[in-house]
Nanobody, 121 residues
Framework: VQLVESGGGLVQAGGSLRLSCVAS????????MGWFRQAPGKEREFVAG????????YSAGSVKGRFTISRDSAKNSVYLQMNSLKPEDTAVYYC???????????????WGQGTQVTVSS
């Protein structure tokens, strides 16, 4: 599975961005998907995850109520809608795929190259 993110950029605090991740490979629909982020000088952290059938989603407390993860298996894509952005959301955001939903919160079997999100105050 290969993952390619897009949609990052520079936005003012309070604004919105939608990240996209397109996956190649016929088994995409069987993978749990997630978004992670890494800010300068910090470790990579889990942001949100979604099960293979979209039934279950989970978001980290720091983004709950502001970020929404979704997927479209027909388009081999997973999305992260980010609203009410804050300067502390500034980071490189990574898309990840994992063979089980229970594992996606800890990391991915496959990773994208990342997309930069910068939120100005």
């Amino acid at each position: 599975v290969q993952l390619v993110e897009s949609g990052g950029g520079l936005v003012q605090a309070g604004g919105s961005l939608r990240l996209s991740c397109v996956a190649s490979g016929r088994t995409f629909s069987s993978y749990a998907m997630g978004w992670f982020r890494q800010a300068p000088g910090k470790e990579r952290e889990f942001v949100a995850g979604i099960s293979w059938n979209s039934v279950t989603t989970y978001s980290a407390g720091s983004v709950k109520g502001r970020f929404t993860i979704s997927r479209d298996s027909a388009k081999n894509s997973v999305y992260l809608q980010m609203n009410s952005l804050k300067p502390e959301d500034t980071a490189v955001y990574y898309c990840a795929a994992h063979r089980s939903y229970s594992g996606i919160q800890t990391g991915g079997d496959y990773w994208g190259q990342g997309t930069q999100v910068t939120v100005s105050s």
